[in-house]
């Protein structure tokens, strides 16, 4: 079991997302914000990150790069519905910022457990062995 800390304002975002990560088994903490997102990181140190672009207080995107700041190789999935707005495409952006992972919303749940499956190893399964050597 991980802990994983999912940083949304939106309620059904974080609803869903917590129960698709509860079925796989993880324990999931819930920010509506990425600064009350910061404070939940610093407190409960997660395994994985998933936070949402565009929020309102702290956006994603300055999550993304505060979190990295603090020198953390935490995996991070940045999703986003409103994935581009002009000649600025969030998703990708986060993703140069150090972001393991992207997700647009909506998202299949399948889809948000094989991410966070690439992400964290399985307790003795061969990605575990991968990264320990």
Known sequence: MKLILVIDD????????????????????CAVDGEQGLRMFERASPQLVITDI?????????TIMAIRSRGSK????????GWRIGNADF?????????????AKPFKPQELAA??????????????RETAA
């Open 10 to 29: 939106h309620r059904a975002v974080r609803r869903i997302a917590q129960m698709i990560l509860e079925d796989e088994g993880h324990k999931v903490i």
């Open 54 to 62: 565009i929020m309102p207080n702290k956006e994603g995107i300055e």
């Open 74 to 81: 935490t995996p991070i999935i940045a999703i986003s519905g």
């Open 91 to 103: 998703l990708q952006m986060a993703r140069q910022l150090a972001a393991n992972e992207i997700l």
């Open 115 to 128: 991410t966070v499956h690439r992400l964290l190893p399985v307790e003795g399964g061969e990605a575990q």
